[in-house]
């Protein structure tokens, strides 16, 4: 008999009550063991695209999402603005010809000079309410809860940092959203050095505490000294100032003209929308290849999580956006 046991032998029933924490996390850690040796064998055995669409509130919050997209760009139609599918849309309607099943945004790029228009589009069609931004205080959350409150049941468009938000809806909770994010064009002399100092530059600064209007004002100001950028088409595409993937995501190379355009479509549940030309080749380079696999937040959807932080800090109920 070895030595451990003859001590829990000595001891009886006091080693539980001595050693309750130490057995209780030996149990856990055979079940996380277990667990994720259960979660490995479903992820070799099955396919991600195969995978069911989302069920419930999540479900039917997508659904609403899609046909407010198809809402609001039937309302810029007139416009010819030019706009593709993008992000973990594009991922989404080439994996699982729709959602992400745990997503429930819907992300549209398009080059500066049609973010501009749609700028203008939104500040003067009376289809439309424009913010101001700039003026900006609080929370996140809170902030956008206010405005749709204050504009019910009109499309507002909502510049931020990050991307420009249109909504709709009475409050925060029911408002439906689309969200547009600018690519710049980049100067056929800039080096890949250059501009690599230059988003240094602008996710420094980022990463301070500023007011929204400093930002506004710092992207402004420096598009136009910075002189990295192109309003006319060059052969080299980056993700834009005021874009989340210049300030939140890594480096992943230069999208090349033709890997864009000319667009193409691609189905996104039952709405058809443009994307780039080369939806594949872009995938690949944003997501370094993984795409197609199982990621690490499978399950979440973030929207919604960050929705529940600010309905509990305010003390209103959760959404229940669970599917099972």
Request: glycine share 6%; with cysteine.
């Given at each position: 008999?070895?030595?451990?046991?003859?001590?829990?032998?000595?001891?009886?029933?006091?080693?539980?009550?001595?050693?309750?924490?130490?057995?209780?996390?030996?149990?856990?850690?055979?079940?996380?063991?277990?667990?994720?040796?259960?979660?490995?064998?479903?992820k070799h055995h099955s396919d991600i695209?195969?995978?069911?669409?989302?069920?419930?509130?999540?479900?039917?919050?997508?659904?609403?999402?899609i046909e407010y997209a198809r809402y609001?760009?039937?309302?810029?139609?007139?416009?010819?603005?030019?706009?593709?599918?993008?992000?973990?849309?594009?991922?989404?309607?080439?994996?699982?010809?729709?959602?992400?099943?745990?997503?429930?945004?819907?992300?549209?790029?398009?080059?500066?000079?049609?973010?501009?228009?749609?700028?203008?589009?939104?500040?003067?069609?009376?289809?439309?309410?424009?913010?101001?931004?700039?003026?900006?205080?609080?929370?996140?959350?809170?902030?956008?809860?206010?405005?749709?409150?204050?504009?019910?049941?009109?499309?507002?468009?909502?510049?931020?940092?990050?991307?420009?938000?249109?909504?709709?809806?009475?409050?925060?909770?029911?408002?439906?959203?689309?969200?547009?994010?600018?690519?710049?064009f980049l100067k056929e002399d800039v080096?890949?050095?250059?501009?690599?100092?230059?988003?240094?530059?602008?996710?420094?600064?980022?990463?301070?505490?500023?007011?929204?209007?400093?930002?506004?004002?710092?992207?402004?100001?420096?598009?136009?000294?910075?002189?990295?950028?192109?309003?006319?088409?060059?052969?080299?595409?980056?993700?834009?100032?005021?874009?989340?993937?210049?300030?939140?995501?890594?480096?992943?190379?230069?999208?090349?003209?033709?890997?864009?355009?000319?667009?193409?479509?691609?189905?996104?549940?039952?709405?058809?929308?443009?994307?780039?030309?080369?939806?594949?080749?872009?995938?690949?380079?944003?997501?370094?290849?993984?795409?197609?696999?199982?990621?690490?937040?499978?399950?979440?959807?973030?929207?919604?999580?960050?929705?529940?932080?600010?309905?509990?800090?305010?003390?209103?109920?959760?959404?229940?956006?669970?599917?099972?």
């Open positions: 008999m070895g030595v451990k046991n003859i001590v829990i032998k000595c001891m009886g029933p006091l080693y539980p009550l001595l050693f309750k924490t130490r057995i209780k996390n030996r149990k856990l850690e055979k079940e996380i063991q277990n667990l994720t040796f259960q979660v490995n064998y479903l695209r195969q995978l069911k669409p989302a069920t419930g509130v999540l479900r039917e919050f997508q659904l609403a999402e609001i760009l039937g309302l810029l139609k007139p416009y010819d603005i030019e706009m593709y599918l993008d992000g973990g849309a594009l991922l989404g309607a080439k994996r699982h010809n729709g959602f992400i099943p745990w997503d429930d945004d819907i992300d549209i790029t398009m080059a500066r000079a049609d973010y501009n228009k749609l700028i203008q589009v939104l500040k003067t069609d009376p289809n439309f309410v424009w913010i101001d931004s700039s003026q900006k205080t609080g929370y996140f959350s809170e902030y956008f809860d206010k405005l749709i409150r204050a504009n019910a049941n009109k499309n507002i468009g909502v510049m931020t940092p990050h991307c420009l938000h249109i909504f709709n809806g009475t409050c925060l909770r029911d408002a439906k959203n689309v969200e547009f994010f600018p690519n710049d080096t890949e050095e250059q501009y690599l100092a230059f988003r240094d530059k602008v996710i420094a600064f980022i990463r301070e505490p500023h007011s929204w209007k400093e930002i506004f004002d710092f992207y402004e100001t420096n598009w136009k000294e910075s002189g990295i950028y192109s309003l006319e088409p060059t052969s080299r595409i980056v993700p834009g100032l005021g874009s989340w993937d210049l300030t939140q995501y890594g480096y992943h190379g230069f999208r090349h003209y033709d890997d864009v355009y000319p667009l193409t479509t691609i189905m996104f549940e039952t709405l058809e929308f443009p994307c780039p030309n080369k939806a594949e080749e872009l995938l690949n380079r944003l997501y370094s290849n993984s795409w197609r696999d199982y990621p690490k937040d499978i399950g979440i959807p973030h929207t919604l999580l960050d929705k529940n932080t600010y309905f509990k800090m305010i003390g209103e109920p959760l959404i229940d956006y669970s599917e099972f």
